[in-house]
């Protein structure tokens, strides 16, 4: 219900360059243009558990058009999650 109408493409779950595992669940939504049409976007949702008790989520949206542009610095920010001892 975050993001109604995600059509999930890919999802996995990997331990980053840190060793923190994370889920990747990445898909693409619409939402409307006040015309009748479609503005396309993308989602990419991370999961992981700072601590065994807890899960925390990031959502990172944008416009499917910059998808190029964004996706590699979303993916080196997923890359850079650590976790504190």
């Given at each position: 219900g975050v993001?109604?109408?995600?059509?999930?493409?890919?999802?996995?779950i990997e331990e980053n360059q840190n060793g923190v595992p994370v889920m990747v669940i990445k898909g693409r939504f619409g939402l409307p243009?006040?015309?009748?049409?479609?503005?396309?976007?993308?989602?990419?949702?991370?999961?992981?558990?700072?601590?065994?008790?807890?899960?925390?989520?990031?959502?990172f949206t944008y416009m499917q058009d910059f998808e190029a542009q964004i996706e590699p610095d979303v993916n080196a920010m997923i890359a850079s999650i650590r976790l504190s001892k």
């Open positions: 993001l109604p109408g995600l059509r999930v493409r890919t999802s996995s243009d006040g015309q009748g049409g479609s503005i396309p976007f993308t989602a990419i949702l991370v999961f992981f558990k700072p601590t065994p008790t807890s899960v925390t989520r990031i959502t």
